[in-house]
């Protein structure tokens, strides 16, 4: 399953940028990827930097990590109810209101590390079992339709899209 394969009436406008970010990519290649090569950027951030905000009121490094994650989990979570074949409309989620909770300022750079590759492990591990059929299936989640395949595809655009943002503002 290709990134250029996904129609724009799998997702919202608000997710074009994570699917753009990506260019032509083939899903699991790219699950199986960032696996591997987010770890090694995180590796690559000075340890003095992990609570470090570019501006007043932005995230820091730590807490923009844990939002990676967090989103994640709620990409994947979705994607499963929708494999399912779960037809019941899920809320959104405010990801300002999870930040204060979500303890990434106490968390270590290995903490942080571990928490991804364990989320994204389920994600390749739940995606992989995914056929052509599942991968089409969609539900609603904040009001708006999304296919299984367009979750696939915001887990790695989202986190492409974070990284880069850590790159030009943080680093």
Known sequence: ????????????????????????VELMEMLQKQY??????????????????????????????????DSERIFQYRALRFARNDQT???GFEQDDYIPYSGAEKA????????????RQNTIALFSTFDDETLMRSGEASGVKMSVRA?????????????????????
């Open 89 to 91: 409309p899920l809320p």
């Open 36 to 69: 591997v090569n987010f770890p090694q950027f995180l590796a690559s951030i000075p340890q003095e930097k992990l609570h470090y905000a570019y501006a007043t009121d932005k995230w820091t490094i730590a807490e923009v990590l844990m939002h990676i994650i």
């Open 1 to 24: 399953m290709r990134s250029t394969a996904l129609r724009s009436d799998e997702y919202h406008h608000y997710y074009q940028p994570y699917i753009d970010v990506l260019g032509d």
């Open 108 to 119: 270590s750079k290995e903490s942080l590390v571990q928490q991804y590759q364990a989320v």
């Open 151 to 171: 979750l696939g595809f915001c887990c790695c655009g989202h986190q492409k899209h974070h990284r880069n943002i850590i790159r030009e503002r943080y680093l």
